[in-house]
């Protein structure tokens, strides 16, 4: 896709479319919600792009519970409404600064999106709701109007074991029932591990001279399996492998896992955060 097809945009209006080494363990079971689980919140990002901060900000507002009342009105409900997590693509990086966490891996998965919701775009800041809607990363009103009104599914009841076979690699493993109905077209289970508290000096590009702070941020994603006619109380179960960053510090790290179609799709999320022993 070539670069003109790329655009960086601001606030306007848009259209919503459909530590240490060896073998480390530990485990640890997440709250499950009675009801819904969390809409997952997706923003592909890049520090390359001059309106990509404030989108940024916007994340983490979002993911630390400052809309949560407003999103679940007067349903009330209890725990997170929401999982964010934030993809750094990698096609800013010739205007002069390559974003540290920017990777081709998020670039295709944004243009998977771009694809299924049948745009002609690749731009930055995007928000995907619930992977089926879109907007401007800045829209703070849309966006809360989307998650409100995206569908919910209820969380998996998984319990995750982390072990670090080595210093420089990290294993997840989970065990338990998707509390919902997989049929024969299958789904795959996501993955990822997402870093807080991040904080850049921006030396060149479009946001030259800027103190960049980032959160959510997807570092690692992996597929840990594909799931066909299976049953909601049915016990899965997998592991998914991760080779560590340079730097990697658990105590700023957590795990997210949902459940997605063919479409990209997302049908139930869960999170840990990741044990400081590991």
């Keep these: 896709m070539s670069r003109r097809l790329f655009a960086c945009f601001g606030l306007k209006k848009s259209s919503t479319k459909p530590i240490s080494g060896g073998n480390n363990s530990a485990a640890v079971a997440a709250e499950i919600p009675a009801g819904d689980g969390p809409v997952l919140v997706q923003l592909f990002s890049s520090q390359g792009c001059k309106t990509s901060p404030a989108a940024e900000m916007l994340m983490s507002r979002l993911g630390r519970g400052d809309f949560d009342a407003q999103i679940r009105g ?33 670039t295709v998965r944004q243009k998977a999106y771009i694809e299924a919701l049948n745009l002609d775009t690749m731009f930055t800041p995007q928000l995907v709701i619930q992977g089926r809607s879109q907007l401007i ?33 990290l294993q997840v493993s989970l065990t338990g029932a998707l509390r919902m109905k997989v049929d024969g077209d299958g789904m795959d289970i ?17 946001n030259e001279g800027r103190m960049l702070s980032n959160d959510y941020v997807v570092r690692k994603m992996e597929k840990m399996c594909t ?7 049915k016990p899965v179960s997998g592991t998914a492998h991760f080779t560590l960053w340079d730097g990697f510090n658990s105590s700023k790290c957590g795990v997210a896992v949902f459940l997605q179609n063919s479409s990209l799709q997302i049908f139930g999320t869960q999170s840990f955060k990741l044990p400081d022993e590991i």
């Design 137 to 169: 990363g800045n829209e703070e009103e849309t966006l809360l109007k989307s998650i409100s009104e995206a569908p919910r599914f209820p969380s998996p009841a998984f319990r995750a074991t982390f072990q670090r076979p080595t210093s420089e690699t």
């Design 190 to 206: 996501m993955v990822a591990i997402y870093e807080t508290g991040l904080v850049n000096d921006c030396a060149r590009g479009e």
């Design 227 to 233: 799931v066909k006619d299976v049953a909601p109380k």
């Design 74 to 106: 007067e349903d009330g409900g209890s725990g997170s409404p929401t999982m964010v997590l934030v993809f750094h693509v990698d096609y800013w990086d010739y205007k002069g600064w390559k974003d540290p966490y920017g990777s081709s891996q998020w």
